[in-house]
């Protein structure tokens, strides 16, 4: 498939599947990566500056001390420094290979910075370890689907399949993603087949129906889509309710009509 056919599935692709449960962004990781500040409000500028300079002196010492790495790192967030981030979280990726959130946190500082190719690596040396983690996955897949190689996307998720059995990881989680690889090669029977099996071999879970939804929506089917965004919203569970229902909202909102022109 040619850039030019395959590029309308792109912007599509994006938004189904449920990808925004996830938290693929940058920042909302440090939550869970690094220990609370001690006070609730943030330091004072130049204190961060003389904090900084005081864990770098313990890292000139001991480079492998994890509270001065981790530490330093939530202060180059805070800055907004992903430069000076980015060696602090590929030290903190190479010594803790199974800690997922720092080889994520790694790939996505290196998309920001322009070097999507390494990042590609560094999920996938990662998807190595853990095969069934879904946000390297999704971060990868995605990532392939912008750069315009959805061929090696569903490929990846093919060998995850293989290698994660039921009950051992997000399969449900992982199938859905293939079924947006699917739709970003512009295969929409296949993509539609296999959330309706998910559909019916997890009747219970939300993802799958949304999932659907999203997909009927964006092929301009809004009324086959109504009731899934609906049943969507019933199964969810409490924390993903909300969420639904205000994707459903943007999903389903008609676009504007361009007013018309008046000839001179």
Avoid: C
């Amino acid at each position: 498939m040619s850039a030019n056919t395959q590029r309308p599935w792109l912007k599509f692709v994006m938004v189904v599947g449920g990808a925004a449960f996830l938290g693929l962004s940058v920042l909302p990781f440090v939550a869970n990566l690094l220990p609370p500040s001690a006070t609730p409000t943030p330091s004072p500028q130049d204190e961060r500056v003389s904090e900084a300079k005081g864990f770098e002196l313990v890292l000139a010492k001991d480079p492998d001390n994890i509270y001065a790495l981790r530490s330093l790192l939530e202060i180059r967030l805070q800055q907004k420094d992903l430069k000076g981030a980015l060696p602090l979280l590929a030290r903190l990726a190479k010594n803790h290979p199974d800690v997922a959130e720092y080889h994520i946190l790694l790939a996505q500082t290196q998309v920001e910075l322009g070097d999507k190719e390494a990042a590609v690596s560094t999920y996938r040396q990662f998807l190595q370890r853990q095969p069934g983690n879904l946000l390297a996955l999704v971060g990868v897949t995605d990532l392939l689907v912008q750069l315009e190689r959805p061929a090696l996307a569903e490929s990846i998720v093919q060998q995850s399949l293989v290698q994660v059995k039921p009950g051992q990881g997000d399969v449900t989680g992982i199938q859905i993603q293939m079924a947006r690889i699917y739709l970003a090669q512009g295969k929409v029977p296949p993509a539609l087949a296999l959330l309706d099996q998910l559909i019916q071999q997890n009747p219970q879970d939300f993802r799958p129906v949304f999932a659907k939804a999203q997909t009927l929506n964006a092929l301009g089917k809004t009324k086959e889509a109504q009731p899934l965004f609906a049943k969507a919203a019933e199964l969810a569970p409490p924390e993903h309710r909300d969420e639904i229902k205000r994707l459903t909202a943007e999903a389903t909102q008609p676009s504007p009509t361009p007013s018309p022109t008046s000839s001179p």
